[in-house]
């Protein structure tokens, strides 16, 4: 495991699978800890297969969905690609309104159906 601020991180069947810890994302500079610290991360291990889980996460703002757009423009540029899973429904209905399910990022029920899409 990972010593990150606001994730962990570990390697499942060749996948790398970062878990956000934190519960809420409301405050700016939380949402900019996160986009600066998944942003160096990407670019530091280049990872070709990666899912990030929202497993503890149950509110968030615009900063984290930066966060994950910009991390996945590394990922794609670097040839790899990026998926996210166990988002609460409340959460995952934002990713649809904004057009981000499906268009920009591949959201799936767990981890284990993300890591099976590899």
Do not use: W
């Not at 519960?23 to 942003?39: A, K, N, P, T, V």
């Not at 990026?82 to 981000?100: G, H």
Request: aromatic share 10%; with cysteine.
């Amino acid at each position: 495991m990972s010593n990150f601020k606001h994730f962990d991180e570990e390697t499942q069947q060749g996948v790398t699978v970062v878990r956000i810890k934190d519960h809420e994302f409301l405050d700016r500079l939380i949402g900019g800890e996160l986009q600066e610290e998944l942003i160096s991360y990407v670019k530091q291990t280049a990872p070709k297969k990666l899912v990030v889980s929202f497993e503890r996460v149950q509110r968030f703002s615009s900063e984290t969905i930066n966060a994950l757009i910009r991390a996945r423009e590394y990922v794609v540029s670097d040839g790899g690609s990026m998926k996210l899973c166990e988002m609460r429904p409340e959460i995952r209905n934002v990713f649809r309104i904004l057009n981000l399910e499906d268009n920009v990022f591949e959201i799936h029920d767990s981890t284990f159906q993300a890591i099976d899409t590899f």
